[in-house]
């Protein structure tokens, strides 16, 4: 079959040329080339194509049919190739997401949102969740991870953004207990912990040397939902270790405050991750592509105070 395709454009030309000659020129290649490539072709389907004299060849009948189908096929080949070259495919049909719960809803769904009014035809089914997800077996288009990526081969992954933890609390909690100053101390306070699958989160600090520490915090209050522990620190319940993009408005406005700057300021990538393919599809590469440039500034701005 490839030998058929690569033959069918020298059939063509030597059909519009009427001259075997004239085709080599054009297409760069020996007469002799030619004349094998439409034998090969003729051999194969069982038909003479052209008549042949020893100064000129015509279409046979059968030859003229072939010759119309061709040259069809060729034009709408071109035209494809065209319309990619130029990116004017519409982009359209059923993608799937997975996303983790707030990130997603606060970060992630606001730009495709935005995105999917400007392609009619596209058609997006968002997942929110902070499960581990199996792409392939659950068949999701591309999924969100923050921090470490699921080890595959099957996987690819781009960076999209990143983001930093703070250890922060309420300014009348740090007036009634006292701001810790080291993790030693603030070992010695409760801190309102991220739970997840019945465990209890480590938070992942720096020590005085730039170290990566991973500390457990005490604890009588956890929770599995990053937002409530944020109105929970904010009501003097106690210490919680959040993504800045999170509380950096009530950092700003001073209904938290932040402890401990220097410890805390580890920071996390935040990736677009897909089933491996021979080719990018034109719907991976335009969701990768929105938030790889517009995800960092949206995380800017939905911080910002008001």
């Given at each position: 079959?490839k030998?058929?395709?690569?033959?069918?454009p020298?059939f063509?030309?030597?059909?519009?040329a009427?001259?075997?000659?004239?085709?080599a020129?054009?297409?760069?290649l020996?007469r002799?080339?030619?004349a094998?490539?439409?034998a090969?072709?003729?051999a194969?389907l069982g038909i003479?194509?052209?008549?042949?004299?020893?100064?000129?060849?015509s279409?046979?009948?059968?030859g003229t049919?072939?010759y119309?189908?061709c040259?069809r096929a060729?034009?709408?080949?071109?035209?494809i190739e065209?319309?990619?070259?130029?990116?004017?495919?519409?982009?359209c049909?059923k993608?799937?997401l997975s996303?983790?719960?707030?990130?997603?809803?606060l970060?992630?769904a606001p730009?495709?949102i935005?995105?999917i009014?400007?392609?009619?035809?596209?058609?997006?089914e968002m997942?929110f969740?902070d499960?581990?997800i199996d792409?392939i077996?659950?068949?999701?288009?591309?999924?969100?991870?923050i921090g470490?990526l699921p080890?595959s081969s099957?996987?690819?992954a781009?960076?999209?953004?990143?983001?930093?933890m703070?250890?922060?609390?309420s300014?009348s909690?740090?007036a009634q207990?006292?701001?810790p100053q080291?993790?030693?101390?603030?070992?010695?306070?409760f801190?309102?912990?991220?739970?997840?699958?019945?465990?209890?989160?480590?938070?992942?600090l720096?020590?005085d040397?730039?170290g990566?520490?991973?500390?457990?915090?005490?604890?009588?209050?956890m929770?599995?939902d990053?937002?409530?522990?944020?109105?929970?620190?904010?009501?003097d319940?106690g210490?919680?270790?959040?993504?800045d993009?999170l509380?950096?408005?009530?950092?700003i406005?001073g209904r938290l405050k932040?402890?401990?700057?220097?410890?805390?300021?580890i920071?996390?990538?935040?990736y677009?991750v897909?089933?491996?393919?021979p080719?990018l599809?034109?719907k991976?590469?335009?969701?990768v592509?929105?938030l790889?440039?517009?995800?960092?500034?949206y995380?800017?701005?939905i911080?910002?105070?008001?």
């Amino acid at each position: 079959m490839k030998s058929v395709l690569n033959s069918l454009p020298v059939f063509v030309a030597a059909a519009e040329a009427n001259s075997f000659s004239q085709t080599a020129e054009k297409l760069h290649l020996t007469r002799s080339s030619v004349a094998k490539k439409i034998a090969q072709l003729e051999a194969r389907l069982g038909i003479t194509l052209f008549h042949r004299t020893t100064r000129t060849q015509s279409l046979t009948e059968e030859g003229t049919l072939y010759y119309e189908y061709c040259r069809r096929a060729l034009d709408e080949i071109e035209k494809i190739e065209d319309i990619l070259n130029s990116g004017k495919l519409e982009t359209c049909g059923k993608f799937r997401l997975s996303m983790p719960v707030l990130f997603g809803h606060l970060c992630i769904a606001p730009l495709l949102i935005s995105l999917i009014k400007q392609y009619p035809k596209l058609e997006l089914e968002m997942s929110f969740n902070d499960r581990i997800i199996d792409l392939i077996e659950e068949g999701i288009d591309l999924s969100i991870y923050i921090g470490t990526l699921p080890d595959s081969s099957n996987l690819v992954a781009r960076k999209i953004g990143k983001h930093r933890m703070t250890i922060c609390a309420s300014p009348s909690y740090l007036a009634q207990m006292g701001e810790p100053q080291t993790i030693i101390e603030l070992a010695q306070h409760f801190a309102v912990a991220y739970s997840h699958s019945n465990r209890i989160q480590k938070w992942r600090l720096k020590d005085d040397n730039g170290g990566i520490y991973e500390f457990r915090p005490k604890t009588r209050l956890m929770m599995d939902d990053m937002q409530a522990i944020k109105d929970a620190i904010i009501s003097d319940a106690g210490i919680a270790w959040l993504p800045d993009w999170l509380v950096r408005k009530e950092l700003i406005d001073g209904r938290l405050k932040e402890i401990m700057p220097r410890a805390g300021e580890i920071t996390f990538s935040i990736y677009a991750v897909w089933p491996k393919t021979p080719y990018l599809s034109r719907k991976v590469r335009l969701i990768v592509d929105t938030l790889v440039n517009d995800l960092p500034a949206y995380m800017e701005k939905i911080a910002a105070p008001n």
